[in-house]
């Protein structure tokens, strides 16, 4: 697992959300009155860059931690970005973090209240530990990245804080240990190395992904063999859309959502979709539900794959391909309807390695759209803060326009 970061313009209100949910984090893995910031603690953490910007917590000591900690975050997205990553693992190899990062966070007891006491029981080894900080979303919790005494990740924690967050970290405990027997061979997936409850909050510990070794170069036919991989690993089904498992399950949750002005509408296209699909019948099988750049690391022998916490079976054969593709321009651009509309006329090229009839391929894009709004709306997204979570800027007049243009 590794983290990828996009360049954001910070405003005061963002710093003041970024510095309060940074508070939430630490007053959940110590519980108060452990979080401290000032007097004498059992250890200090460094905050990367600052709390207003806070993107990661490090040990102030040993130092080789602290710079291997930073070094095994993030993966760089520009020259730049590597460049500040090398001098912020350089100040904290050499002992000058404290002119470039003056925030600090001391932690004081009883430790065993604290995560890191919960840890040490359930893994039988005393390691140290990084702490993520992410973005406003929903589906924001603790992720903690485990290194040993030589400062080799040995593994990363998740925690589920709150009703969804728990679903979530539950779901990829049962995911991961799923596919710890199915047949992926072009594929690396993390092990489960504990799983439990820590009080009110679920957790999953999972092996480390050689994230650091050389990366290869990843050509369209090797990602779209991949997919494969996973949308057949449980076995594939063959029905009309409206007869499938998986449209009562898209209904259901559609029912969920129905009495929101944005959920009725995407009631509606949903209805008019399946009305339009006629007798089709779609290819079923499983899917990451993630599957974004940032979530995966091609090496010459692999292709290392993280974040199963949406993995679902039963589902059209192909959305891994579009979600990838959508995700991937989304990052790269501002525009997230421009993106979404260079993905939608590029589905038939994208779902072809996964033998969807000519005549299918429209409507299997389309109901990735349902699917991935639904989700949004379900997990309140918008509410969270998310960028992309008004569904009402982008998604839904691409969806909907596309959907009744075809009725005609």
Not at 301 to 313: K, Y
Not at 341 to 366: D, I, K, N, S, W
């Amino acid at each position: 697992m590794t983290v990828k970061t996009a360049p954001v313009r910070l405003t005061a209100d963002d710093a003041a959300l970024r510095a309060q949910y940074l508070d939430e984090v630490l007053a959940v893995l110590y519980p108060p009155p452990m979080f401290t910031t000032e007097g004498p603690g059992l250890f200090e953490f460094v905050v990367v860059p600052d709390r207003a910007r806070a993107r990661l917590l490090v040990p102030s000591s040993p130092r080789r931690i602290a710079a291997a900690a930073v070094r095994r975050y993030a993966e760089p997205q520009s020259r730049g970005a590597k460049l500040k990553r090398e001098a912020v693992v350089a100040a904290l190899q050499t002992g000058a973090s404290g002119l470039l990062l003056r925030d600090r966070i001391r932690i004081g007891g009883p430790r065993d209240a604290s995560i890191d006491a919960y840890l040490e029981r359930a893994l039988g080894a005393r390691m140290a530990m990084s702490v993520h900080i992410g973005p406003a979303r929903a589906n924001r919790k603790p992720v903690l990245q485990l290194l040993d005494d030589d400062g080799a990740t040995r593994g990363f924690v998740k925690l589920g804080t709150g009703p969804l967050t728990r679903d979530l970290v539950q779901a990829e405990t049962v995911a991961l240990t799923t596919l710890a027997d199915a047949p992926l061979p072009h594929l690396s997936v993390p092990r489960v190395l504990h799983a439990g409850r820590w009080g009110a909050h679920q957790v999953l510990v999972q092996s480390a992904l050689p994230v650091w070794r050389s990366r290869a170069s990843l050509s369209p036919r090797r990602l779209a063999t991949a997919m494969r991989d996973v949308a057949g690993c449980l076995g594939y089904t063959y029905a009309p859309l409206t007869s499938s498992p998986y449209w009562a399950t898209l209904t259901s949750r559609l029912a969920e959502i129905a009495d929101r002005p944005e959920g009725a509408q995407l009631g509606r296209a949903a209805r008019l979709l399946a009305d339009r699909a006629g007798g089709i019948s779609l290819r079923y099988g499983a899917w990451h539900g993630d599957w974004a750049p940032w979530n995966m690391a091609c090496l010459d022998d692999t292709i290392l794959l993280w974040d199963w916490e949406r993995f679902t079976a039963g589902v059209p054969a192909g959305f891994d391909a579009i979600h990838h593709e959508l995700q991937r321009r989304v990052q790269s651009t501002p525009d997230a309807t421009a993106a979404l509309e260079e993905t939608m006329q590029r589905a038939g090229e994208l779902l072809h390695p996964f033998e969807v009839a000519p005549g299918a391929r429209e409507l299997t894009a389309l109901l990735y759209l349902v699917d991935l709004a639904a989700r949004y709306l379900i997990d309140r997204q918008a509410e969270a803060g998310a960028r992309l979570g008004v569904l009402g800027s982008w998604l839904l007049p691409v969806l909907i326009r596309r959907v009744e243009g075809n009725q005609k």
